[in-house]
Every structure is written in C-alpha cells, then in structure tokens.
Nanobody
Framework: VQLQASGGGLVQAGGSLRLSCAAS????????VGWFRQAPGEEREFLAG????????YAADSVKGRFTISRDNAKNTVYLQMISLKPEDTAVYYC?????????????????WGQGTQVTVSS
C-alpha cells in the first residue's frame, strides 16, 4: 500500500482544512488508518483513527470535537476534517495504515506511511 497525504496549507486561526490520504492498492479497504502530526522538536502525535469499514473511529482528546476522520473506500481515500484550527495545530500531518492495530496511538503499530503534508495556522 502506498499512501499520499494532501490538503495542507496556510490557514488563519479559526479556519478549517480537510486533509486527504489517497491510497493505492485494491485491498486498502481492509486497513485501519490513522492520522498523526509532528511539530519540530516534538514526538509524532496520534490524532484520529478509523477502522476498515468506517464504523469505528477514534480521536485524541486534544482534537476531539474539532477533527473528524472519515473514509470513502470506493475512492481509496481517508479524510481528516479539521475545524477551529489553532496556531498550536501547526505541524506536518501524516496518514498511516496497517491491517491490524492493537494500540492505535502508537506509531510503531503502522506499516505504511504517507509522505506528510504541512499545516500552518497563523494567529
């Protein structure tokens, strides 16, 4: 599976962005997908995860209520809708996938990673 994250950019505080994670491979619909971010000097942080069907989603407390993960398996794409963005949301955002995930917040659980997309929120 190859992943490509896109949709990042520069946005003012309070604004919104929708990130996309497009995947190659006909079996993508079987994968659990997570979104992470990493700011300079910081560890990679789990944001949200979604199971293969989209029936189960998970969000970190830090973004719950502001970030929503969803997927369209017909398009081999997972989305991260972000609203009410804050300057502290500035980071490189990554999507990742794995067939089996025990602890979704651990980056080590994921076998495939996208290249990352930069999100910058200005105050």
């Amino acid at each position: 599976v190859q992943l490509q994250a896109s949709g990042g950019g520069l946005v003012q505080a309070g604004g919104s962005l929708r990130l996309s994670c497009a995947a190659s491979g006909r079996t993508f619909s079987r994968y659990f997908v997570g979104w992470f971010r990493q700011a300079p000097g910081e560890e990679r942080e789990f944001l949200a995860g979604i199971n293969w069907s989209g029936g189960s989603t998970y969000a970190a407390d830090s973004v719950k209520g502001r970030f929503t993960i969803s997927r369209d398996n017909a398009k081999n794409t997972v989305y991260l809708q972000m609203i009410s963005l804050k300057p502290e949301d500035t980071a490189v955002y990554y999507c990742a996938a794995s067939l089996t995930v025990v602890d979704a917040i651990r980056p080590q659980e994921y076998d495939y990673w996208g290249q990352g997309t930069q999100v910058t929120v200005s105050s």
